[in-house]
């Protein structure tokens, strides 16, 4: 049962990062794909984590090199450079925040966003 429930934390989690990414790229780079955002999400998600596991434990420095290769992801993945690249981040940390806040308000989940870092 818990390998069911972790798919299913997995594939919320993914889904409401992506939504939250995609949200950002249609406002921000005016590009209108899901799954290309949910691929984004992935990839971001795994250089959070990597990158983290790397030099996270680095006080200050550390969060802030990770946050920019998330960011280089995301600029990579999109349009508009780096600009463009923390107006998506923004974005998709907002989009995310508020599903999970309104999701947790109705006692229906309380995950965290897979592809969106600090949400």
Known sequence: MALIDNIVVFLVSLLVGTLGIYVGARIIAHVDNFSYAALTALIGALAWFLTGLLVGWIPFLGILITLLVYLAVINWRYPGGWI?????????????????????????????????PGV
């Open 84 to 116: 463009n690249a923390t107006g998506i981040a923004l974005v998709a940390w907002i989009v995310s925040f508020v599903v999970l806040y309104a999701l947790a308000a109705f006692n229906i989940f309380a995950v965290e966003a897979l592809g969106v």
